[in-house]
Structures are given as C-alpha cells and as structure tokens.
C-alpha cells in the first residue's frame, strides 16, 4: 500500500507562480510513474506532467515551457514548479502513482487526495 499527500496549493494572481509537492510512504519501492493530474468542476482528471522513477518527463502541451516536474527518489517525493500560471490552471491537482513506466490515468494505482490551486485574473 502507498500512500500520497500533497501540498503546496493556494490561490495567486495570473502570472504568479507555485510549486506543489508530494510525498509518497509506504511500499514505495516497485513504484515507477508518478505524476500530476487535475480535474475541473464537471471535467475528466487529466495528466499535467509525468516522471518516470529514471527522470523521463512528459508534460501536457497546454503546460509544456511553463511547468516544471521533478522527483527526489530519495525522499519518494515529486514536485511542480508551476510558472506563469493562467485562470485556466485552475482546478484540484492530484498526485498519482503508477507501477508502470506509463503516466496515463488509467494505469494509475494510488491517488492523492488533492490540492487546490486558484489562479485569478
């Protein structure tokens, strides 16, 4: 069993910046994906930016140059430095967690419980 916990949202103004973090416990070991998805009032969980345990990365292309994701294995913790954020970023971000190399949110096993991010105009 893992377990996921987040932290670092709140609410800015459109070009400000944030950086979430997530800590993973538990059996971590065979954990490979983790990554970061948001879901909007109404709107399916997407992927905003995954990392393999290796450090590939993969970012939405609504993200991509303004995003940054990052993992520290040893701590089993990953992050989400999130620059020039846009009303549009708003939405409850969640931390996933996947045995599989793949970030898609069908493969994820464990979830976070999720944090708030409000970006205002």
């Known amino acids: 069993q893992v377990q996921l916990m987040e932290s670092g949202g709140g609410s800015v103004r459109a070009g400000e910046s944030l950086k979430l973090s997530c800590a993973a416990s538990?059996?971590?070991?065979?954990?490979?994906?983790m990554a970061w998805y948001r879901q909007g009032p109404g709107k399916e969980r997407e992927l905003v930016a995954g990392?393999?345990?290796?450090?590939?990365?993969n970012y939405a292309a609504s993200v991509k140059g303004r995003f940054t994701i990052s993992r520290d294995n040893g701590a089993n913790s990953i992050y989400l430095q999130m620059n020039s954020l846009k009303p549009e970023d708003s939405s409850v971000y969640y931390c996933?967690?996947?045995?599989?190399?793949?970030?898609?949110?069908?493969?994820?096993?464990?979830w976070g419980q999720g944090t708030q991010v409000t970006v205002s105009s």
């Open positions: 990392i393999t345990r290796e450090g590939k990365t």
């Open positions: 996933g967690a996947s045995y599989s190399e793949s970030s898609i949110r069908e493969l994820v096993y464990y």
């Open positions: 538990g059996s971590v070991s065979p954990i490979n994906s």
